[in-house]
């Protein structure tokens, strides 16, 4: 026996701590299992009775690098703190800690209550000098062990990385043969659907969009089971996040994708927790190293989109994915004063609003900006940046479509070449199966339904109008050609086409533009459109006011109103003077109405002009009831005529019927009368006899 053993620590018990550091550690190192299990026989030479041991062998795969997770070590350190341990008993201090951090409180609870640490060498009593000298000397040397077993892990780790030649996971379109060798996979099946999803990917730019119109059209994605296994299932958001975002499929290596993040205090998550790093961060990247489904400009850019379309306005100032919605700068729309983003209120009206003071500091909202302006303006900018390009942008957008077009139906056909041997497969699989065992056959029988059913569901969407459509080359022709030319100088007329959706119209103008910088003055919003490219256009908007006294040149606008009105002229000639002299109301942008000028004459108690009466009209028309008068007629018999569209006359704008005064529409109106003609339209003048078209 130790002389340090006493008899109190004979009354107490001897804890026996066992621990290997992985699981596969604990499967193949059994002869360093077994010499730990043997310290029980070691505590009754010291001893204890067997009573009196125990063994705590709950940390048994888990890693001494910290304590967090090693719920045997925790009992351990509680129940020395309690003073029920005489002695701890392991092979070396490795398997109690390999952290300092750990290691020392361990020291000073058994110190405090009189513990003893036993491990092969010898017996230690950690209350005394000598005793924690040679047990921290011991500690600090196992910390110092597991950086150096770290090191040179991670040295080789690193040097074969670096070369690209570390073995690691490959996604699915990919596998390794015997040698090594990174191939596509040989189910040429894979390789299309892979394809697709890039070209949809290109076109749509919004990974849901692409989920949709691959299940929409009943094409599933290639996946791997738990086992490693192919297998086709129907297309998530994340899978075809995951497939856009590997770089596998552009050919390159890469590794440190990830990095290990603490969890705040408050936080739900794990302790730790693996977080994506940034395209720029990532470690170590070997380009060229894969046969590669796409290229690496291909691969940034659907990053960058991918990216772009998180709405993360305050911490990333991300623009998002263009969504339905009147506003057309939505995402894209800067604070010309703080430079913050602007968001966009519905409510009450379309605007933009930058309140981001106001939410992170209790200040004021910086401004508000009425959208329908605005977006006027910079709609009319983009139309004209785009007309050059018009007809060569339909080109290039019509051969893309065909290109979709045509990926789609071939994959449509992969589908049904599939699931057709899919089918086969499981029939000659019930047909090798001997009848009389129902148990197999039953379950062959329903796995051979299944296979049929989607066979049929595959050959259904494959003869969809939608699939049947010709391919690229088909179409281009003369005809085509022709149609393409007509549509060039059309591009506004299809901007404000209602069966434009206001997703795809942000989407258009976010090819242009980058972003959109306002700053309301008094009376105008000034809008600076930066371009991709870097060029910038600088435009003055105007916007409705509130008040007359508000705008620049108010004061001289009611001035000249007033010397106008003065001299009197109709409200409706001082309004056009007005425009034409570079005025407009405060409710309007662009002109002078003539009911600013009446409420301003109204307010300074000057009359209105005598004006000619609704119904007078210019010499050599006649009105209803004086053509009425001049036949013979009864006027209703007249109204009666046009109501039921006999009588084809289009009305003046104060909703009166003027007839000229010509003997052609007399004895027109006098045959219509007579039953000699059944229509008269006095809307089309012919040249011939200055007549009129008759029915």
Sequence with gaps: MSELIQLAHLKRKAVVYIRQSTPHQVVSNQESLRLQYALSQRARDLGWHEADIDVIDADLGLSGASAAHRSGFQELVGRVGLSEVGMILSVDVTRLAR?????????????????????????????????????????????????????????????????????????????????GVVLKDPDMGVQDRLGLVFELFVKLRSIAKVMRMLNNRGLDLPRRDRHGELHWARATVSAVATILKNPAYAGAFVYGRTRMREATPDSRSPAKAKVARPLEDWRIVVKDRYPAYIDWPTYEKIRSIVGDNRAEYMRTKTRGIPRDGDLLLHGIVWCGRCGHKMYVRYKGGGEYVCNHLRTHSGLPTCQHIRAEAVDAAVADAFLTALAPAELDALSRARRAQSKIDGALRANAEREVERTRYAAALAQRQYNRVDPDNRLV??????????????????????????????????????????????????????????????????????????????????????????????????????????????????????????????EGRPDSEIARLLTEEGHRSANCADKVLPVTVQRIRLAEGIKAPPSRRRWEHDPGFLSTT????????????????IKKKRLLIEPQPTGAYLFPDTSAVLDGVQNLRNHVIGELDLRICQPDNGGYQHG
């Design 626 to 641: 004086e053509l009425a008068a001049k036949l013979g007629i009864p006027v209703n018999w007249l109204y009666v005529q």
């Design 441 to 566: 056959a039953a379950e062959l029988e329903r796995r051979w339904e299944s296979a049929l059913m989607e066979a049929r569901a595959a050959e259904a969407a494959l003869a969809e109008p939608s699939a049947q459509q010709p391919p690229a080359h088909v179409a281009m022709g003369k005809a085509f050609t022709g149609k393409v030319v007509a549509l060039a100088g059309r591009l506004p007329q299809i901007w404000t086409d209602p069966d434009v959706t206001d997703a795809h119209r942000k989407a258009l103008l976010r090819c242009l533009v980058d972003k959109v910088v306002l700053d309301r003055t008094s009376e105008s919003a000034l809008v600076r459109i930066v371009w991709r490219g870097g060029a910038v256009t600088h435009l003055d908007v105007k916007m409705r006011v509130t008040a007359i006294a508000k705008l620049a040149r108010g004061g001289e606008m009611r001035a000249r109103l007033l010397d106008l009105a003065k």
């Design 99 to 179: 952290n300092c951090s750990d290691w020392y409180p361990l020291l000073d609870i058994c110190g405090l209550r009189g513990c003893l640490i036993a491990d092969r060498d010898g017996v230690y009593d950690p209350g005394s000098a000598n005793g924690r000298l040679l047990l921290g000397l011991k500690g600090t040397i196992s910390e110092l062990e597991l950086h150096t077993i770290r090191s040179r892990l991670t040295t080789g780790l690193i040097a074969k990385a670096q070369r690209g030649e570390l073995a690691l996971t490959l996604p699915v379109g990919l596998v390794r043969d015997a040698g």
